[in-house]
């Protein structure tokens, strides 16, 4: 079984090119509206209030959807959580963002903002042109301000102790979450922090595997 969480503003779009080739049965976990002041646990444990106790699977987040996988898996331990261009714990932080968040600069420009320069975030994200960048550009215009006002801060002041293992893959060419000095279990290359869009079939030949090794194991 396959547990999907989308990146921060984005939805089941950008697992358009991963599911066909995913070989299991796979479901999408859609984001929920954050309410006042929410800690990131009791959002999690929201997001995890109709999987199983018993749950088991691959519990695959994708940018910030694997900082809050992390958190389910906490609630959901018998799940394997996978990181696609995500950070294993708050330390992974690279020193762009451990600036942004020590400099506060994030509070004074309104996410609406990202949606007028799709261009620089194609250029962050590591989007390709044509039909990537067209999907970039609607996930943009549709991304919620107060969802990714929310998920920004919880991403930036996320308290990982004790979060628990996980398994990485991570692109040689991701500006989000670059690869530091921390062994990666999967090294993707040429992959940016979209790659889910653009190397999913590399992304899904290692899900795939796993998902074998977990049936395997639990048989």
């Not at 976990?29 to 209030?49: F, G, K, N, Q, V």
């Not at 620089?120 to 550009?137: D, H, I, R, S, T």
């Amino acid at each position: 079984m396959f547990y999907l969480l989308p990146g921060l503003g984005a939805d089941e779009r950008v697992f358009r090119n991963l599911l066909p080739l995913l070989q299991g049965p796979t479901r999408v976990l859609p984001w929920l509206t954050p309410e006042p002041d929410e800690s990131l646990p009791h959002y999690a444990t929201r997001m995890a209030a109709d999987l199983p106790m018993d749950a088991e699977g691959l519990l695959v987040g994708v940018s910030f959807g694997g900082v809050v996988g992390l958190e389910i898996n906490r609630l959901r331990p018998r799940l394997r959580t996978v990181l696609v261009s995500s950070i294993p714990d708050s330390s992974c932080l690279p020193p762009l963002l451990r600036l942004i968040r020590a400099t506060g600069v994030y509070r004074l420009f309104p996410p609406q903002w990202l949606k007028l320069f799709p261009r620089a975030g194609q250029w962050y994200f590591g989007v390709k042109n044509g039909e990537e960048y067209e999907l970039f550009k609607k996930i943009l215009q549709d991304m919620e301000p107060v969802y990714t006002r929310w998920a920004i801060h919880r991403l930036l002041h996320w308290d990982s102790t004790h979060v628990g293992r996980s398994i990485q893959i991570l692109g040689t060419h991701d500006r989000v979450f670059p690869p530091g000095p921390t062994p990666v279990e999967y090294l993707i290359r040429g992959g940016g922090h979209f790659m889910v869009l653009s190397h999913a079939k590399e992304i899904s030949q290692i899900l795939n595997r796993l998902e074998q090794q977990e049936r395997e194991a639990a048989s």
